[in-house]
T-cell receptor
Framework: AQSVSQHNHHVILSEAASLELGCNYSYGGTVNLFWYVQYPGQHLQLLLKYFSGDPLVKGIKGFEAEFIKSKFSFNLRKPSVQWSDTAEYFCAVNAGDMRFGAGTRLTVKP | GAVVSQHPSRVICKSGTSVKIECRSLDFQATTMFWYRQFPKQSLMLMATSNEGSKATYEQGVEKDKFLINHASLTLSTLTVTSAHPEDSSFYIC????????????FGPGTRLTVL
């Protein structure tokens, strides 16, 4: 069955630290990949997506993600986090049905 | 960007009553709408997928007679929780996509249902 794994449940960083959130999926066919963010008290918002082409995808607010097909991974990165990046981050994989990872809570200390 | 609204944002009801939640795409036509349930500190669980004008497709384990979904137009889908019980208390989120398949989904703000 298609599944999405996010390895980090809770990540705590200081401002200006670099961020990498892991996402792996188990599906051998063609997939579309997404990262969504949920700020406290707000609804899910799309950060970035990968459908095809350049495997390094740039999204909003300085986030990027790299699709590595051989590793079935789509890790999210940001070189320097800000306090306002504190949120829940969800990786999602869609191959006809959208499946979400369990989410990673990011806390950025000022 | 595409905007999806949900109404109501919060609802409290007595056990045994039915509750209807509306999901609207405000600035685009939603060929497909999705309904999710989110438990505290957990990820979203897909409940069902609905295409305009056809019956919804329910995920395994989701009771279609309990969670009635209607997608009557390209901008509106409704989820009715029938004979609600306290275990149905949850956060229900809809999303909409402009076309069928693996396209980007845009999410509504969610509805917090509390069944007493």
């Amino acid at each position: 069955a298609q599944s999405v794994s996010q390895h980090n449940h809770h990540v705590i960083l200081s401002e200006a630290a670099s961020l990498e959130l892991g996402c792996n999926y188990s599906y051998g066919g063609t997939v579309n990949l997404f990262w969504y963010v949920q700020y406290p008290g707000q609804h899910l918002q799309l950060l970035l997506k990968y459908f095809s082409g350049d495997p390094l995808v740039k999204g909003i607010k300085g986030f990027e993600a790299e699709f590595i097909k051989s590793k079935f991974s789509f890790n999210l990165r940001k070189p320097s986090v800000q306090w306002s990046d504190t949120a829940e981050y969800f990786c999602a994989v869609n191959a006809g049905d959208m499946r979400f990872g369990a989410g990673t809570r990011l806390t950025v200390k000022p | 960007g595409a905007v999806v609204s949900q109404h109501p944002s919060r609802v409290i009801c007595k056990s045994g009553t039915s509750v209807k939640i509306e999901c609207r795409s405000l600035d685009f036509q939603a060929t497909t709408m999705f309904w999710y349930r989110q438990f505290p500190k957990q990820s979203l669980m897909l409940m069902a997928t609905s295409n305009e004008g056809s019956k919804a497709t329910y995920e395994q384990g989701v009771e279609k007679d309990k969670f009635l979904i209607n997608h009557a137009s390209l901008t509106l889908s409704t989820l009715t929780v029938t004979s609600a019980h306290p275990e149905d208390s949850s956060f229900y989120i809809c999303s909409a996509s402009g076309r069928a398949g693996a396209d980007t989904q845009y999410f509504g703000p969610g509805t917090r249902l509390t069944v007493l």
